[in-house]
């Protein structure tokens, strides 16, 4: 009898080592969730600010406002933001652009001007590139 407690009292043990094992892990992966979220929200209130920056920096010829919009870039590049810089001709996405408008033409569903450029981290798209899209007239 004191040998069966003993087993039930180890595999009651190992059990609950486990679970804490397992809970210990799921802490560290909600943190590092955590933080992904958190750096894709203050990312994404900051770029109409590298909006604005980038704008100046195509109308000024000032090399100091040329480096600002540089090194902002780069800080944002460094914590993981990547552009979504599509080109006119490829295919609509509708995950990564934003058909703001459509005009009639062909090939049917392909980008016809690129409005503006959009963003993602960690390959979730926190802004989506805003564009005009093609598509074929069938009104006949």
Avoid at 4 to 15: A, P, Q
Avoid at 18 to 27: E, G, T, W
Avoid at 105 to 128: F, H, L, Q
Wanted: glycine letters at 4%.
């Amino acid at each position: 009898m004191a040998v069966t407690k003993l087993k039930t009292f180890e595999e009651n043990w190992k059990r609950a080592l486990a679970d804490y094992q397992n809970l210990v892990k799921r802490i560290d992966t909600d943190k590092k969730d955590f933080v992904k979220f958190a750096t894709a929200n203050i990312i994404s209130k900051l770029l109409p600010s590298l909006d604005i920056l980038e704008l100046s920096a195509t109308h000024s010829q000032d090399q100091g406002v040329q480096m600002a919009v540089k090194q902002f870039q780069d800080v944002l590049f460094a914590e993981g933001l990547q552009e979504i810089s599509p080109k006119v001709g490829d295919t609509f996405d509708h995950e990564i652009h934003e058909c703001v408008e459509t005009l009639p033409g062909e090939p049917d569903n392909t980008i016809a001007e690129i409005i503006t450029k959009g963003y993602k981290i960690n390959d979730y798209v926190i802004r989506p590139a805003k564009i005009k899209a093609y598509v074929k007239d069938n009104r006949n």
